[in-house]
């Protein structure tokens, strides 16, 4: 399939799961002519599987940010994050304004807000519990304690991920 060159590439989050080189160069492959490679919650932790972020700043899921450690790469708590040409989102809410980011760098600020107002994005949470830094000591441990139920199944794919890695880039 040929790919022509693109302006933005975007990888969304989902299952980590390692099919090693398949997977590295399909990545490789779309990204390599975009002006910007982005991602939202876990799709950064597909970009770190495929070496795309190593040595670079990015945001992911919480329950998978420190993950992105195992690649080479730094996690970064922020909603939207910028090194370089890769700007990632952190959990699935962070989409909107990392589209909005994205929109800002391709067609102007201006434009981009026209399209905030279009789509009426003023968030106004119900609960100031968005982050872990901001959540109640109870809210923020009983979120722990549901997401570290799913750890070793995490860690597992990132074990298997970070070996197709090694194995691909030798």
Not at 17 to 26: I, N, P
Not at 55 to 77: E, I, N, T, V
Not at 132 to 139: F, H, S, Y
Request: net charge positive; glycine share 8%.
């Amino acid at each position: 399939m040929q790919v022509r060159p693109c302006v933005l590439a975007s990888v969304e989050g989902g299952t980590l799961q390692a099919d090693g080189g398949m997977l590295f160069a399909g990545l490789h492959r779309l990204t390599r002519s975009a002006r910007y490679v982005t991602s939202v919650c876990t799709g950064s932790m597909l970009l770190a599987a495929a070496g795309l972020v190593t040595g670079r700043r990015a945001a992911c899921h919480l329950a998978w940010r420190d993950a992105l450690r195992a690649f080479g790469a730094s996690p970064d708590a922020a909603r939207v994050v910028r090194d370089g040409n890769i700007i990632t989102g952190g959990g699935v809410t962070a989409s909107i304004d990392m589209a909005l980011t994205d929109l800002a760098e391709i067609a102007g600020r201006e434009h981009a807000e026209a399209v905030q107002l279009a789509i009426e994005y003023a968030p106004a949470p119900p609960f100031d519990s968005g982050s872990p830094e901001r959540a109640p000591a109870a809210v923020r441990a009983a979120a722990l304690r549901r997401s570290d139920a799913l750890r070793p199944q995490r860690e597992q794919a990132v074990r298997q991920a970070a070996a197709a890695l090694r194995k691909w880039t030798e």
